[in-house]
């Protein structure tokens, strides 16, 4: 699960779960940040009953399953451990 700004972007999700191989759910609320702290407030003055009553509010918008192949997965991954590793000798 993802949230913040960067979940518009259909795209960057799509990599995202091709990379790390994992399926990525994009919430319909985006902004699960300032969501969490009402939960939490709500939780606190009796709105909510319990952390499992919030959590059945949650709802995905979207789903991205991997679609790349292994092959080119670890090309990626073996590339971005040579970038992290030209700029960690610096």
Request: no cysteine.
């Amino acid at each position: 699960r993802v949230d913040g700004g960067m979940v518009a972007n259909d795209w960057l999700l799509q990599f995202l779960a091709d990379v790390i191989d994992v399926p990525v759910e994009r919430p319909e609320v985006t902004e699960t940040t300032a969501l969490g702290a009402a939960y939490l407030a709500g939780l606190q003055q009796g709105i909510y009953g319990s952390l499992e009553e919030i959590a059945s509010h949650w709802r995905r918008q979207a789903l991205f399953r991997p679609t790349m192949d292994s092959g080119q997965r670890q090309r990626l991954l073996n590339g971005w451990d040579k970038a992290i590793e030209r700029v960690r000798s610096k």
